[in-house]
């Protein structure tokens, strides 16, 4: 399936999606794309880490016609009875509300699991209730642990490494289990690195791609944990987007299970270090020469990851159409 033609078979249908964390960043990318494609959006967020300048650019970016099909539910997924207003007259529901980041997790694990957990039980439960065609929810790579094999396939994990990937393993077997026993539609897609525009740079949990974007445009010196041999499989966000309408509009066969998103690609931290660097030269920052500062490497950390997304590409079309380098052009010009 091409990429117009997916976007073909969506526009064609003007349906009501939920987008949970839709003021976050991979959410508002959602929204924004499903706003493109004339679809009806309620958005969800509490604004714990989302931002409304996040629905700002949205706004800018699909125009005033557009963005008449957004409306905006404020509220927490630890409430049942928000959950439910918000799914009323819903045929998809794209869950990406979380407490992410492995750091903030070990240093506080309740609130991580309240919200990952507890509000992830919630949100399947009122698309039960509102009979939703099928919920899409944010797992994680995280969920592989310890299991040290690459590339990462989805039948086999190990044990989690933090009370975050806990939280992601625990929400796919809630997934799973009531697909089995009370029939919820529903497909788990476990995220890779995700890289783009709107991520947050601020604060002791935001992610590494634009604190270190925001570090070299203040002259500072980016620091990497560990030895900078770490490896990720770093996905451009549209690519997520892609991967989450399309599991919306997959068939049943997706039920109940839980697939890889990524690039199928290896980069270490140095190597990203290195591209940002460029990518930042090539705008007139004056970064040619900075260094990297190495610190210990964070508890809970894994130590590499890379996808297999072939199961992603077979069951519902999946393929990946932006590259990494493209990817991040697109976050440092953003």
Not at 225 to 248: H, I, K, M, W
Request: aromatic share 8%; glycine share 8%; with cysteine.
């Amino acid at each position: 399936m091409t990429s117009g033609s997916w976007r073909d078979d969506i526009a064609s249908a003007r349906k009501r999606w939920l987008v949970t964390g839709a003021a976050g960043f991979i959410g508002s990318h959602l929204v924004e794309e499903l706003l493109r494609l004339d679809q009806v959006v309620t958005g969800l967020d509490d604004f714990s880490t989302g931002y409304r300048h996040n629905l700002d650019r949205v706004e800018a970016a699909v125009g005033p016609a557009r963005w008449r099909g957004f409306s905006l539910v404020t509220g927490d997924v630890r409430d049942l009875d928000t959950c439910e207003r918000a799914t009323t007259g819903t045929a998809y529901v794209l869950h990406e509300a979380a407490l992410g980041s492995v750091p903030r997790s070990m240093k506080d694990p309740l609130s991580t699991h309240a919200v990952n957990v507890d509000g992830t039980v919630n949100v399947f439960l009122a698309a039960l209730n509102a009979g939703v065609e099928k919920v899409v929810f944010a797992s994680s790579s995280s969920v592989y642990g310890d299991e040290p094999s690459l590339p990462k396939v989805e039948n086999r994990t190990g044990r989690p490494l933090s009370p975050y990937a806990a939280t992601k393993q625990t929400a796919e077997l809630y997934a799973n289990t009531l697909c089995r026993t009370h029939q919820l539609p529903a497909v788990g897609l476990r995220y890779f690195n995700v890289v783009g525009t709107r991520q947050d740079p601020d604060g002791p949990y935001a992610a590494v791609v634009p604190r270190w974007i925001a570090a070299m445009r203040a002259g500072n010196r980016p620091v990497i944990y560990g030895d900078g041999e770490t490896s990720r499989d770093f996905c451009p966000v549209a690519n997520v987007v892609q991967a989450n309408l399309l599991a919306a509009v997959s068939d049943e066969t997706t039920n109940g299970r839980v697939y890889n998103i990524a690039l199928g690609g290896q980069t270490t931290l140095n190597e990203l270090f290195a591209s940002l660097r460029a990518a930042l030269a090539a705008q007139g920052i004056e970064c040619e020469t900075t260094e990297p500062v190495y610190e210990d490497f964070r508890p809970g950390d894994i130590r590499h990851s890379l996808a297999d997304i072939s199961s992603a590409a077979s069951d519902f079309g999946y393929a990946p159409d932006v590259t990494l380098a493209q990817g991040l052009t697109q976050t440092v010009e953003g």
